[in-house]
């Protein structure tokens, strides 16, 4: 946990901008929280979806694999049942099965790596205690940005930050 | 830890930060919390739900109907619909396809306009996606009415068992139960990941405990972190484009179950497409009703716009024109052939008993839809829900006389045969509507219509524009 000032923006404009800056004059950005995606914003703070690219990967072929697998093994090993004649081994028909779990499952993987990498289910994270949490999936652009270490430097970032159109600047809890 | 230091605005309640005051309806969404209030208000007051109840109690008993009439066909047999030992295949075959069209639809639109960058389905998405869950649910019971043996429908799963069985890979049956069960399972993920941001926005704004507790704990605890919603977009569009191929091959595998046999008016190379624009046709009429249905109750005026419905309107032309052309394709191939066993059944379908629903079904699936040419029809709402009607109307009539159109009319007149509905039929078919509306008012009432963290996204784009 880290302490953060939790500055509050009217849109994703004002919010860019003031990373823009305050990267510039070697801030360090913890956070950002916004009503909506901002594209770019994420990638920009360091996000990384590669585990639920690779989890959608591998959990998709690999299941569609033991589909596949059981399939025939099922049809040409443990029960060969001759139905009109058609070969046991019925490849063409085969892909149905895989394919359509195959997909189901590269989504469940997805989920879990989305899980995982984002931490939820998170349900008692500090930043609810911020007053200002609430308002980031409804109407404001947060930006919590790493508490300085001295009292003089903190007020210096808050004015900064009101200078850059914050229009609330809380302390809090990451 | 947590101190407000400059300025801090308190929160106000739910429902009473921006927008309309009660009793007035907004006319333009132009801000973020505009869009909270009008998608989110309704679910955290309890006023307003008088229509709801009405609606409620007629789905209720409609839904009785249809589980009673489900509890008595398992008790007495399928002996109770018209099936008879020629048309082995009737009504739950039929309503299948019709619900498993309606449900892929949903999907089909979220997903195709999401990955084609149609900013305006943030209007419409959710309602759709929400129909493809309870479609999908429906259309999985259908199957399982018609078995013989209902109570071994797992039996098309592998699974150890003492008999040392294994499913038969080779049948359709099998390629529909794993079509099903995956679609809805995909269904029901892409759906709540796609609710997760929203419920985060409930649960911000309630002011119960209760709904905080209930939003809270579906939200998983989202926190609108930038970061997250990398990830999450990332996720998101995949799954889009995941949904896309999986509801084409789901409604291609529907079609093979005709198509994968020696049936003449079956055995036809064009069903899996043709079947997948006509699930996409028959969805966006249910769309356009569910969506003109929230838009009334619901208030949504100022979210789902005529431009949405005149948008809604050129799809279904489209849509509407293939499938036209389709049948012609299959006309022409009948004759084209030159087999006497397919230009008897072409002629069936035009003259035979059946005819009558023929013609019917080729007013309500290519000519009705024809007027949406012009603007005014496309610009009326109730000409809009009218047709969507009818397309639906049609689109069942296209499902059953695809089924008794080809079983009543063997390659041998001794086994030609007509179908003669039952009260139980009819029961089953109105039931799985009734309770189609009753999972639907449920959902209205509960969870978010509209995709508000879209619609934010949105208003913020027209805003800079």
Redesign the interface.
Same mark, same amino acid.
């Given at each position: 946990m880290s302490?953060v000032l939790l500055a509050a923006f009217e849109?994703? @404009?004002r919010l860019v901008d003031a990373i823009g800056k305050l990267r510039e004059e070697r801030v360090r950005i913890v956070?950002?929280?916004?009503?909506?995606?901002?594209e770019g &914003?994420?990638?920009a703070?360091?996000?990384?979806?590669f585990p639920?690219?690779a989890a959608?990967l591998i959990g998709?072929l690999g299941t569609a694999g033991l589909c596949w697998f059981? @399939?025939w093994f099922?049809?040409a090993i443990?029960?060969p049942?001759d139905?009109g004649s058609?070969p046991h081994n019925?490849w063409p028909?085969?892909p149905?099965?895989p394919?359509?779990?195959g997909? &189901?499952m590269?989504?469940?993987f997805?989920?879990a790596?989305?899980?995982w990498?984002?931490g939820?289910?998170? &349900?008692?994270?500090p930043?609810?205690?911020?007053?200002?949490?609430?308002?980031?999936?409804?109407?404001k652009f947060l930006l919590a940005v790493a508490m300085p270490e001295t009292t003089d430097m903190a007020f210096r970032l808050?004015d900064r930050l009101?200078g850059l159109g914050a229009?609330?600047?809380?302390?809090? @809890?990451l | 830890?947590?101190?407000?230091?400059?300025?801090?605005?308190p929160?106000p309640p739910a429902g009473e930060?921006a927008g309309a005051p009660q009793g007035e309806r907004l006319t333009h969404v132009d801000?973020?919390?505009a869009v909270?209030t009008l998608v989110s208000g309704p679910l955290l007051d309890r006023r307003r739900w008088r229509r709801w109840w009405i609606a409620m109690i007629v789905a209720s008993l409609l839904t009785i109907l249809f589980f009673g009439s489900m509890i008595y066909l398992f008790y007495e047999g399928i002996g109770i619909f018209g099936n008879n030992s020629i048309v082995v295949w009737g009504y739950p075959i039929a309503n299948y396809v019709w619900w498993i069209g309606i449900g892929n639809a949903g999907t089909l639109i979220s997903s195709m306009l999401l990955l084609t960058h149609q900013h305006w389905r943030a209007a419409i998405n959710r309602l759709a996606e929400a129909m493809t869950l309870m479609a999908v649910a429906i259309a999985g019971l259908m199957p399982i009415m018609h078995m013989g043996r209902p109570l071994y429908f797992y039996w098309l799963a592998?699974y150890p068992n003492t008999m040392?069985?294994?499913?038969?890979?080779?049948?359709a049956l099998?390629?529909d139960f794993?079509?099903i069960?995956? %679609?809805l399972?995909?269904s029901i993920?892409?759906w709540y990941?796609g609710l997760i941001?929203d419920l985060?926005?409930l649960?911000?704004?309630a002011i119960t405990p209760g709904k905080r507790i209930f939003y809270?704990?579906l939200a998983?605890?989202?926190?609108?972190?930038?970061?997250?919603?990398?990830? %999450?977009?990332? %996720?998101y569009r995949?799954?889009a484009a995941?949904a896309t191929?999986?509801v084409c091959?789901?409604h291609s595998?529907v079609g093979l179950d005709f198509a994968a046999s020696l049936m003449p008016g079956w055995q036809e190379t064009i069903f899996p497409p043709y079947f997948v624009v006509g699930a996409m046709y028959s969805g966006f009429g249910i769309v356009v009703v569910l969506c003109a249905a929230a838009r009334w109750g619901l208030d949504l005026e100022s979210l789902i716009t005529i431009r949405h419905f005149e948008l809604m309107a050129k799809v279904m032309l489209m849509a509407g024109t293939v499938m036209f052309l389709s049948y012609a394709t299959e006309w022409f191939s009948a004759w084209y052939s030159g087999r006497g066993v397919d230009r008897r059944f072409l002629t069936f379908e035009f003259t035979g008993a059946y005819a009558p629903l023929y013609w019917i079904m080729i007013f309500c699936n290519c000519i009705v839809v024809q007027a949406f040419w012009f603007r005014t029809v496309r610009r009326s709402l109730t000409a809009i829900v009218i047709i969507s009607i009818l397309i639906n109307i049609g689109m069942w009539l296209e499902r059953i006389l695809i089924v008794w159109n080809t079983l009543s009319h063997h390659y041998i007149a001794s086994m030609w045969r007509l179908f003669y509905p039952t009260l139980w039929d009819w029961l089953i078919l109105f039931g799985s509507l009734g309770f189609f509306a009753f999972l639907y008012l449920l959902f209205a009432r509960f969870f978010p219509v509209v995709s508000i963290?879209?619609v934010?996204?949105l208003v913020?784009r027209e805003a800079?524009r």
């Open positions: 302490s849109d994703e @404009e956070d950002a929280f916004t009503p909506y995606p901002v &914003l994420g990638a703070l360091g996000a990384n979806p639920v690219r959608m998709g059981i @399939e099922s049809a443990a029960f049942f139905s058609r019925s028909v085969f149905l099965f394919f359509e779990f997909v &189901l590269a989504g469940v997805g989920l790596a989305l899980l990498s984002t939820l289910p998170g &349900l008692n994270h930043f609810f205690d911020a007053r200002l949490s609430a308002r980031a999936s409804q109407d808050r009101a229009d609330t600047v809380e302390e809090a @809890e | 830890m947590s101190a407000i230091v400059s300025g801090a605005e929160l930060t801000t973020l919390d909270n592998p040392a069985l294994w499913p038969q890979w080779r049948s099998i390629w794993w079509a069960l995956s %679609y399972l995909f993920v892409f990941t941001p985060a926005t649960r911000d704004r809270g704990a998983l605890g989202w926190r609108n972190s930038a970061r997250h919603w990398h990830i %999450y977009q990332t %996720y995949t799954m995941l191929p999986l091959s789901v595998i963290h879209e934010r996204e913020h800079i």
